[in-house]
């Protein structure tokens, strides 16, 4: 299957900082999705991207859809406590019938 | 609504026991995933069915059989169970709606432990 290379895998950071991270691909998607895992529970969608360029918010989270078409981004302003989980990246393929993900960016913050 | 739900939560087997991991949604999706979950590696999809009566081999199928008798219910089997299949399975259902993308919901989880 096609491959999503997310880094960093994982960031330790305070309380407030900024983050950032991104997928990668050696195929082109149409659709970028960023998910987040909360500990102990099942990925929620958090953004869907669907065009190159593309911007989208969601509160404090930020995603673009990378003009290539084979990167997408998430950044996380002023963290806050609630963010912890792992983040994951994926597109659809084969149609919409299936999604690929990405290995994952554990974000933990420290006290 | 409940959303998707999974039975059982935890589960310690043997190796060569078989069990079956049971999903349910209240959501009328038609389409229905089983993912594995590995440290490092994302989720892996194992089968989907895209609606009753169907099923379809996903990336890493192996060891595993699934049916969908229910449109509502989507069972995960694994007739020998192995180490390698020591992991957390999630299952999901989405809805095709001709949009760009249809948004898969997810269940909590199960932990399975073979030894």
């Known amino acids: 299957g096609q491959q999503l290379n997310q880094s960093p895998q994982s960031m330790f950071i305070q309380e407030g900082e900024d983050v950032s991270m991104n997928c990668t691909s050696s195929?082109?998607?149409?659709?970028w999705l960023w998910y987040k895992q909360d500990p102990g529970e099942g990925p929620v969608l958090l953004i869907a991207?669907?065009?190159?360029?593309e911007l989208t918010s969601n509160g404090r989270l930020t995603a673009q859809f990378g003009i290539t078409r084979k990167d997408s981004f998430l950044n996380i302003s002023a963290s806050i406590p609630s963010d912890v989980g792992i983040y994951f990246c994926?597109?659809?393929?084969?149609?919409?019938?299936?999604?690929?993900f990405g290995t994952g960016t554990r974000l933990t913050i420290i006290p | 609504n409940a959303g998707v739900t999974q039975t059982p939560k935890f589960r310690v087997l043997k190796t060569g026991q078989s069990m079956t991991l049971l999903c349910a949604q209240d959501?009328?999706?038609?389409?229905m995933y089983w993912y594995r979950q590995d440290p490092g590696m994302g989720l892996r999809l194992i089968h989907y069915?895209?609606?009753?009566?169907?099923?379809a081999k996903g990336e890493v199928p192996d060891g595993y059989n699934v049916s969908r008798l229910k449109k509502q219910n989507f069972l995960l089997g694994l007739e020998s169970a192995a180490p390698s299949q020591t992991s957390v399975y999630f299952c999901?259902?989405?809805?095709?709606?001709?949009?760009?993308?249809?948004?898969?919901?997810f269940g909590p989880g199960t932990r399975l432990t073979v030894t």
């Open positions: 999901a259902s989405s809805q095709l709606q001709g949009l760009p993308f249809d948004e898969q919901y």
């Open positions: 195929s082109i998607f149409n659709t």
């Open positions: 991207l669907y065009k190159a360029g």
């Open positions: 994926a597109g659809p393929y084969f149609g919409n019938e299936k999604l690929t």
């Open positions: 959501m009328n999706h038609e389409y």
């Open positions: 069915s895209v609606g009753e009566g169907t099923t």
